[in-house]
């Protein structure tokens, strides 16, 4: 881990993917070099040939440059003696949706609850790879400025970084209607914007 990079335990991201995994590797890699680090990161198997029910876990010791750390051993829910990245891999092959996905790998891995310390989840598509080194950080800052807000979302671009994707939702008639453009230039337009009434959970 560099000096200027602190791990928050009572955040976890967690990253569903398929069996198209070709993204993965570039969405790890940012993830692990944020200037805050989940404490823990759960990747979440959602192949028809996904992983054993029994999660398997880690601990990164170091996760500096591309992802690519020392594995110092097992980790037990809760344990904290390691200093590092907890990594868990967890099975979800019924799984049909993004949510479903994710509810179906956060029982049973001890990390949230009463005597969990996850506090905040970090939900990431493995197509959904943080830009710039400070994501985390920011929404954890928006997070602690505005502690009424349940849901912060992103403003999400295409993979290049050029064009938005979406910035947020609001209500019309009987749906919900998209404040940008896809692919509409981003030139920092919507950065300013606040409330919205929905969001991508893509990085939310």
């Known amino acids: 881990m560099r000096s200027d990079q602190r791990i928050d335990d009572s955040v976890a991201a ?6 198209d995994t070709r993204y993965m590797p570039a969405t790890l890699a940012a993830v692990l070099s944020q200037s805050v680090l989940p404490g ?4 979440v198997d959602c192949s028809r040939h996904g992983y054993a029910v029994v999660p398997s876990r880690m601990v990164l010791a170091d996760v500096e440059g591309h992802g690519s750390g020392d594995v110092v051993g ?23 949706s993004f ?30 790879r943080p830009m710039g080194r400070r994501c985390l950080e920011c929404l954890l800052e928006v ?13 999400q671009l295409d993979w290049d970084g ?3 994707h979406d910035v947020g939702r609001y209500a019309y008639g009987h749906g ?20 919205v009434f929905a969001v991508s959970l893509a990085g939310a």
């Open 14 to 19: 967690v990253i569903p993917c398929g069996a």
């Open 40 to 43: 823990a990161l759960i990747v």
């Open 74 to 96: 097992d980790a037990a829910p809760g344990d904290v003696s390691r200093r590092g990245v907890s990594v868990v891999v967890v099975g979800a092959p019924r799984a049909r």
């Open 99 to 128: 949510a479903q996905a994710v509810s179906e790998a956060m029982p049973g891995l001890g990390l949230a609850g009463d005597s969990g310390r996850v506090r905040f989840l970090w939900l990431l598509h493995d197509d959904s």
């Open 143 to 155: 997070k602690s400025n505005t502690p009424s807000a349940d849901v912060v979302g992103v403003k």
């Open 162 to 164: 050029d064009g938005l």
């Open 176 to 195: 919900l209607v998209s404040l940008v453009v896809d692919g509409e230039p981003d030139q920092q337009q919507y950065d300013d914007r606040r409330d």
